[in-house]
């Protein structure tokens, strides 16, 4: 017999398995031994009153084993001899769009610009220890896009836009830990996601598909109007319907686009710094706990939000028990962003503490800004063309202003620019810094005077909302480190609301992040399954 039950139970017996197994032998008046396997359904934890408590959902295996499996995995066949589709980029969307069209009969041909999953693990490893940026392979670039070395969490409000446990089972297929399936916020961590990346390329191989590495997109071959394919560096030609899913850091294929004459949308974003505490300061806030998070519970995640002066200031991709990295994807960049491994057992715990961006903020608050950074001899000219109200680059120019900013004050290295918390809010220079994860290393920096006013002034008033809300988070034990620019796209490459198609260009599906159209791991995934059942439908399969 299998029995569905819902519990509310203290952390020391919700999360060890043989105290969980008593439980519910007890609630139910049976003996331990009669329960011989227990699947999680669901798991969260609710840390909102001082008492904390973990809510399950459990299917009970009693007086039987468990025969039935957690998910029936997807069966790939060969399309070798397939229609071919060309998907440009093997982040999380190219990756699950390929997968896709190998379900639904058709040969993906998927063109990555960056090297192989472990090969870029090289290439990141020199930002740290030499300070030099491979502008082809980064945090970025690379198989597995952004979300390979950037933490792995699929949590994601996106559910109305497809079927997000398709997702998460398929990244269990191909070795993801079980978990991911019933936590309220799933994550596979950075050290556990390459090897999950290889296996879907495997397969893509297997399938008779192909995988080209450091093959970089340059324009696209079009009959008249009809996108029929890709143009690479190299001059190598692939011939096909086209996903484009190249990631919100890929700047020249939105200046290829726009040159090619594709219309783009600029957009909004949300810009601001990487916000480092300790771990256990969290752990004691968010737990009400002066011991921390004990010996059962993980390391406590947050969610801030305010309004400030019209725009909200929020939390953004937090990582517990993380740390931050060097995001940069070419010269005379500050980028960061922050991850963390599987176990979120570091000593630190950040997230992007980011303000609210509008497209009239750019004519606005923001003006002053880049009329000083345009009045610098050091700052590059390529954006001369900022101020034409028309011009689709406008915010990427205001994200490319800033990091180079932060590039000038980080002693023109890779060492980014970072204050203490409270300095920040009361406008004083710290005359040191904390201990930090960023391995690169950090200059002291007064913020508060040099970024944006419409950005600093903003994040101090989001700072002491936040510091009421838990005493003790507002602390110079923290540091704010510059800047977390690349939180969403700064352009959105327009598409067709039904067939995902260019408006003006049939045969282009602009896909994922970089388009303009999701935002993170699974919403990209969605939309890239999304884009290929487009595809397969327009062929009329």
């Given amino acids: 017999m299998q029995k569905e039950i819902q519990l509310r139970l203290t952390p020391d017996i919700a999360l060890q398995e043989e105290a969980l197994r008593r439980h519910c032998a007890a609630e139910l008046h049976l003996a331990p031994s009669s329960i011989r396997a227990m699947r999680l359904l669901r798991k969260s934890i609710d840390a909102r009153q001082r008492r904390v408590f973990v809510n399950l959902t459990v299917l009970l295996f009693i007086d039987e084993d468990e025969s039935s499996v957690a998910f029936e995995p997807i069966r790939y066949g060969d399309v070798s001899h397939a229609p071919r589709v060309v998907v440009v980029g093997a982040g999380p969307a190219g990756l699950f769009a390929a997968l896709h069209l190998i379900e639904l009969g058709l040969c993906p041909i998927l063109l990555e610009r960056g090297k192989d999953v472990h090969e870029r693990r090289k290439d990141i490893a020199r930002i740290k220890q030499h300070q030099t940026v491979d ?19 699929l949590y994601t409000r996106s559910k109305k836009r497809g079927n997000v446990d398709k997702i998460l089972r398929i990244f269990a297929q191909f070795g993801a830990q079980p978990s991911i399936l ?25 399938s008779g598909g192909e995988v080209h590495f450091q093959t970089c997109v340059d324009g696209l071959l079009r009959q008249e109007e009809r ?10 030609e692939f011939l096909g319907p086209v996903i484009l899913a190249t990631g919100h850091s890929a700047r020249d294929v939105y200046r290829f686009l726009r040159r090619d004459g594709i219309r783009l949308e600029a957009k909004g974003i949300a810009v601001g710094v990487r916000l480092e505490h300790p771990s256990q300061l969290i752990d004691r806030l968010q737990y009400h706990n002066p011991q921390g998070r004990g010996k059962y519970l993980p390391a406590a995640e947050y969610n801030y939000v305010a309004q400030c002066n019209g725009r909200g200031v929020y939390s953004f991709c937090m990582c517990p028990g ?48 880049m009329e000083e950074r345009f009045a610098d001899p050091r700052f590059s000219e390529e954006h001369s063309d900022y101020f034409d109200a028309e011009n689709p680059l406008r915010m990427l120019y205001f994200q ?13 290295r890779q060492t980014a620019p970072a204050q203490r918390m409270q300095d920040f809010v009361r406008g004083r220079l710290s ?10 290393g950090l200059v002291s920096s007064p913020l508060h005077f040099w970024m944006p006013t419409f950005i600093t002034k903003r994040l101090q008033a989001g700072f002491e909302v936040f510091g009421r809300r838990s005493r003790g988070f507002l ?41 303009g159209y999701a935002g993170g791991i699974v919403s990209s995934a969605i939309d890239g399954e999304r884009c290929a059942a487009s595809v397969a439908a327009n062929m009329g399969l």
């Fill in 135 to 153: 502008p082809e392979s980064n945090y970025a670039f690379g198989e597995g896009g952004a979300g390979a070395y950037s933490d792995g969490k």
């Fill in 182 to 206: 019933y936590d309220a916020h799933p994550h596979i961590g950075t050290d556990r996601l390459p090897l999950i990346i290889e296996a879907m390329r495997k397969q893509i191989i297997e």
């Fill in 227 to 236: 996108v029929v394919g890709v143009r690479t560096t190299a001059g190598t």
């Fill in 322 to 369: 993380g740390i931050v990295v060097p995001a940069a994807t070419g010269a005379r960049q500050i980028v960061v962003n922050g991850m963390s491994p599987s176990h979120r057992n570091t000593a630190w715990s950040n997230s992007g503490m980011v303000v609210e961006t509008r497209l009239e903020d750019l004519d606005g608050e923001l003006r002053p800004f």
């Fill in 400 to 412: 490319e202003a800033l990091e180079e900013a932060c590039w000038l004050q980080g002693n023109q």
């Fill in 431 to 440: 005359f040191d810094l904390p201990k930090s994860s960023y391995a690169p």
């Fill in 475 to 515: 602390t110079n034990d923290a540091l704010l480190i510059a800047a977390e620019t690349r939180t969403s796209s700064p352009v959105r490459i327009v598409r067709d609301a039904l067939t995902l198609q260019h408006l003006q260009h049939p045969g282009l599906y602009p896909c994922g992040e970089g388009a």
